[in-house]
Every structure is written in C-alpha cells, then in structure tokens.
C-alpha cells in the first residue's frame, strides 16, 4: 500500500515540477530578448511568484484546513492555472503580463505547501520517504529543461507557457487519484487563527525557530539573483539549449535528495543546513569568478549549476523536514505554509526585486559582444550576502532537542 502511495505522490510531484521548470527558468531570457523588458520589470516578474506565495498561506489555511479536500482542491487549482498559462503568452507589454502572471501564481504556488502537506500526512515514515518521493520532482525539473531547449528550442518563446500549461491540466486531473485527505480543523471550537494558519505563528516563541525562520527569510534574498540572473548569463555567453544544460542542477539533485535521509541521520539539522547554506556562497563566488576566468570559465559555471542539490536540498528540503518535527500534528499544514511564505513569499519578493534591480543597475551602457551585463558584480553581492546568513546561523541555531536526544541514544 505505501509502495503505492510513494509512486502516486512521485508522479504527483514530478508533474508539478514539470510545470514549474518549463517556464521558471527561461522567463527572464523571453521577458529580456523578445519582449524587451528592462531588469526592474523582469525582478517585478519573477516576484509574481512571490505574491502567490505570500496569498498561499492564507488560501491553505482557509480552504483546505477548513472546508475542502486537498486533492480536491489541487485538481482546481491544476486546472485552472493551465488554463491561465494558455492566455499569458497574449500579453505582450508589462503592464498586461504581470498581473495575470500575478493571478497564475497564486494558483501555482499553493499547490506546494498542499502538496507536501499531503505527502507529509501519508507517509509513514517521513523523513526517510519524503526525500525520496521529492527526487520525482528534480527528474520532472531535468524532463521540463530538455523538453523545451532540446525538443522546443524555446526559451526565448512563448511555447514555454503553452508547455506548463497542458501539463497543468494534467497535474489538475491527475490529483483526483491521490489519497483523499479530509481537512484537518473542522468543529466549533476551531478558532479564526487556526483557518488561517496563524497558529503556527507560535512556533516562533522557540528561539531556535526563529532563528531558522530569519535565516531563512535572509537566505532567500542573494539566493533569487540565480533565479533570475542564470539563465540569461549563460544565454549571452553564447551557449545554445540552455535550459537543458541548466537542467543538470536537478541531476545533482537526485543525488543529494537520496543522500539527504543519511545527512541528517548522521549530522542532523544545523550542520546539514550550514552547508546548504554554504553551498550557495560557493556557487555565488563560482559564477563572480567565472565571468573573466576565459580558459577555466565553462567548468566554474557548470560546477555553480552541479552545486544546486547541496544548495536546495540540504537548506530547503531539510528545513522543510525540520519545521515538519517541530510542528504538531493539527498545526503541520499551517507550519508548510508559514515556511512557503517566508522561502517563495517575502524572501522571494525582495529577492527577486534586489535581483532584477542589480540586473538593471548593470545593465552595460554599449553591449560588448553578447554581454549586455557586469556580471562580476550581479554575482558578487549574493556570495557575500550569503556568507552573512551563514555567519548568524552558527552562531545562533540551535539544534532541536529531540534530534539531540536521538544521537545520543544511538551512541
């Protein structure tokens, strides 16, 4: 039965990735070359999915908490984003692009919280299976990135959204099958709160919590300059299929996602963190390096790609898992969405804006060649930023009790 369960949940979520990575990653290069807007405009658009992250919480909460089945309300939310993805490549100018890219996000992104709040509530063994059931979603990533450079050649095309959004009508479909779970918090004495997820809010009063909670919000803004800035990097160095070649992120992805389960068995949550947290300094100091490394230049930049597993899943999938522990059981749905809020919420919205504004700030007066960009110092505030958060998190997470507890029970 949980065999079952785990390949139902592994195609659930290499769906939804399919739809993420089919237009996430190129966007910025079909915003910049083919409809020609500026880095702000590009920032205010990769911030969409901020919004929708920050709305997620709530319509969680709200709804499927409340009054509505999961899977229910992932089939609408599936649907009904497809066919918004169908009408965004109709808007040609910015100021009709970015609010139905508004209005998509907040479809997409709750079907993320939804989504691990579901495998979370299914699986018998959490912390050993949900890392496994995740590998589906890289694999989905890597088939989305080839799909549309190899097979589209369309990254600077519209064919991009036209991708995702069959692929979300199918997504939409396809989540009637997953296990039917009920809402959580139904009864009288249910308070307002708690329908909004507000009570998770309590898990602040922790101080090693909270500590996570502004790591992970200061984290989150050098970490959107990749985001935003990779994929048109690489565009005006010249290299074709980009998408595909930037898909190799999520081949080290499986990787480090099977690796996970181990990681923190044997280091536990500060030091897995800590080195994800590492990691992304050192992919920041990689790129700012490579942008005049000539001979050595293609290996920096595809060792900043291939450091994406340590980078995501060892910050973002543990700290899932983290805030999954801390977290009781009325409350987990609402603790998925608090940590949605602040990692694709307000980390991403001041990211992504931070990054399209650098982006435009080092915009080159005449292009040289191809590069349109200072790249060296798009790239050089992020790797310092990050080594900041690093800094505040060593010296003031703690780690969890009960995880302390349990290494010294197997000694």
């Not at 990211?351 to 040289?368: C, K, M, Y």
Request: charged residues 10%; hydrophobic residues 55%; glycine residues 8%.
């Amino acid at each position: 039965m949980q065999a079952q369960l785990k390949t139902k949940l592994a195609f659930f979520m290499f769906l939804q990735y399919f739809i993420w990575g089919s237009w996430y990653v190129s966007m910025g290069t079909y915003l910049s070359k083919t409809l020609q807007f500026d880095g702000g405009q590009i920032g205010l658009a990769y911030g969409a999915f901020a919004i929708g992250a920050m709305i997620a919480p709530f319509l969680v909460g709200l709804l499927a908490d409340r009054y509505f089945a999961s899977e229910k309300l992932l089939a609408f939310l599936g649907i009904t984003g497809g066919l918004m993805l169908f009408a965004l490549p109709m808007m040609t100018t910015f100021s009709s692009f970015y609010p139905m890219l508004i209005i998509y996000c907040c479809t997409f992104v709750p079907t993320l919280a939804l989504g691990n709040s579901l495998s979370l509530r299914h699986l018998d063994n959490q912390k050993r299976d949900f890392p496994l059931v995740k590998t589906l979603s890289s694999i989905g990533w890597i088939a989305a990135g080839i799909t549309l450079s190899v097979v589209f050649k369309g990254e600077q095309s519209a064919v991009q959204f036209y991708v995702a959004g069959a692929t979300s009508i199918i997504f939409g479909l396809f989540s009637l099958t997953l296990p039917h779970t009920p809402p959580m918090k139904t009864g009288k004495d249910v308070s307002m709160s708690e329908i909004l997820g507000l009570d998770a809010l309590a898990l602040l009063k922790k101080p090693s919590f909270a500590i996570f909670i502004v790591c992970m919000f200061l984290i989150c803004i050098p970490l959107y300059f990749y985001f935003v800035n990779m994929n048109l990097y690489v565009t005006e160095l010249g290299w074709e299929f980009s998408a595909a070649k930037m898909s190799l992120a999520q081949v080290s992805d499986v990787i480090f996602l099977i690796l996970l389960p181990f990681m923190l068995s044997r280091l536990g949550y500060k030091k897995t963190i800590f080195i994800g947290i590492l990691a992304w300094a050192a992919r920041y100091f990689l790129l700012a390096g490579s942008v005049d490394a000539v001979s050595m230049q293609t290996v920096m930049v595809f060792s900043a790609i291939l450091l994406h597993g340590v980078c995501y899943d060892f910050l973002f999938i543990a700290g899932q898992l983290y805030v999954d522990d801390e977290a009781n059981e009325r409350m987990r749905g609402a603790a998925q969405g608090l940590i949605a809020f602040i990692l694709w919420g307000v980390g991403a919205f001041v990211g992504t804006h931070l990054a399209g504004s650098s982006q435009a700030i080092h915009t080159l007066a005449e292009p040289i060649g191809n590069i349109a960009h200072d790249w060296y110092n798009i790239w050089i505030y992020p790797a310092w930023g990050s080594v900041a958060v690093l800094v505040v998190f060593v010296i003031f997470f703690r780690e969890p009790k009960k995880v302390v507890k349990a290494e010294a029970e197997n000694k």
